[in-house]
């Protein structure tokens, strides 16, 4: 079956081009009438092809029609205009007339590609051309007037107010992303998301990320990275911000400095590895109820000296047992023990799970007429996790050597300051 697509531009070539039209040389008149109705017909059933009255078939995105034209092979310039029955959500193909289906391509900036959904909508009419060169020269429908959203879009010159929008790659004054520039710009409360990452390393000059793990910003210097971290979230006056050269954040401190400049540090204050002043972080005794002797001195013999106080341990630093005590940490111990009469005594300090003395204390000497009292003092480092003891070694043995109760409140015979460094 013939179709206006069979006419030859050159006249010659339509002597039969056309099965129902006979413009033959010496034909009959009788044809004349006929002929002339059909070329009428040829032309009314191209303006049905390309006057919208056509209603794809098929599917969402494999759509069918039956042209006017009846036409049996697709070829270069074929035209149609199609009604939409529903709204394509992908790439798209069109079958007509039975030949086959081929693919439905837009035109882009790279070139031909495939629809990717919402190009063609219900009810819209759409323009499609044939051409054998698209689709990698597998041929394709061209649509030439695909839907377009332009409600993201603002081409407006004068003042225009964003509600919700998304600008994806926005051109200002005929710039792009890298070189927009904002001259007297409003921007009223925006909202920015950065683009993100666990550990993000941007190069890219002035390229800005934020860095999830560690909430803090990250931007490119055209070769590595500079680092911006925010402030330590504190509520205490006066706090000093500690340096976390790892992570290259600020962590909140133990240090704060006063209005008046006066500098406290929880921790205490070190040279080196040595601690400099500031109360111990631990205090422990011998202590006894009011009224009651420190007890009899063991003659020449170390003896662990009682301890079964803690008298102050913020931090959980030290444990007792059995007069024994173990730190957590490494420190320096500093203990006092008090004697009464008995001709002397010295202390040490001694590491019972290794069986050595960290450190002597002094000899304290004293009368036993008229009775006098003495003090053996001493200092050691500790190593965490350690049992240690403090022990006496008394010249001469006594009833009540180990110090005289005053009856005034909770006796205190021995004591253990620990610092940890």
Do not use: C
Not at 89 to 110: D, E, F, M, P, W
Not at 338 to 343: K, P
């Amino acid at each position: 079956m013939s179709s206006i697509w069979d006419w030859s531009k050159v006249a010659a070539g339509n002597a039969t081009a056309d099965s129902a039209v006979n413009w033959q040389e010496g034909q009959p008149p009788s044809t004349v009438n006929g002929s002339a109705r059909q070329m009428m017909a040829r032309n009314a059933e191209l303006l049905g092809d390309i006057g919208g009255a056509l209603t794809a078939g098929g599917s969402a995105n494999v759509l069918t029609v039956t042209a006017n034209s009846a036409f049996t092979a697709y070829a270069d310039g074929l035209i149609l205009a199609l009604r939409g029955a529903t709204d394509n959500t992908a790439a798209a193909t069109l079958n007509v007339n039975s030949i086959g289906a081929k693919s439905i391509r837009k035109v882009t900036a790279s070139g031909d590609s495939a629809l990717s959904g919402a190009e063609i909508q219900a009810d819209g009419i759409y323009l499609l051309t044939y051409s054998s060169a698209l689709n990698a020269s597998a041929g394709g429908w061209q649509l030439l007037n695909p839907t377009m959203d332009f409600s993201s879009f603002v081409t407006k010159t004068g003042a225009e107010t964003l509600t919700n929008k998304t600008l994806t790659s926005p051109m200002i004054n005929g710039g792009t992303n890298a070189g927009a520039t904002f001259t007297t710009a409003t921007v009223t409360t925006p909202t920015l998301t950065l683009k993100q990452g666990t550990a993000p390393t941007p190069t890219a000059e002035g390229d800005i990320q934020w860095d999830t793990d560690d909430d803090r910003l990250i931007i490119g210097d055209g070769a590595a990275q500079a680092v911006f971290s925010k402030n330590p979230a504190t509520t205490v006056d006066n706090t000093v911000p500690r340096f976390d050269g790892t992570k290259g954040a600020t962590q909140t401190s133990g240090v704060s400095i006063s209005d008046t400049n006066a500098v406290t540090a929880a921790g205490g204050f070190y040279v080196g590895s040595a601690r400099v002043g500031g109360a111990p972080d631990a205090v422990i005794e011998d202590q006894k109820t009011s009224g009651t002797n420190g007890g009899s001195t063991v003659a020449t013999t170390w003896t662990t000296h009682v301890l079964n106080t803690e008298v102050y341990d913020p931090d959980s630093l030290v444990s007792i047992s059995s007069n024994q005590f173990t730190t957590t940490v490494a420190g320096w111990v500093e203990w006092e023990v008090l004697a009464q009469a008995g001709n002397g005594l010295v202390t040490r300090l001694q590491n019972i799970t290794d069986g050595t003395t960290a450190g002597m204390g002094m000899s304290a000497r004293s009368n036993n007429s008229p009775d006098t009292g003495m003090v053996s003092v001493g200092g050691a480092p500790v190593v965490a996790g350690k049992a240690y003891a403090v022990q006496y070694y008394a010249f001469a043995g006594g009833g009540s050597s180990l110090g005289l109760a005053s009856s005034q409140g909770t006796e205190v015979y021995a004591r253990a300051k620990f610092w940890r460094i």
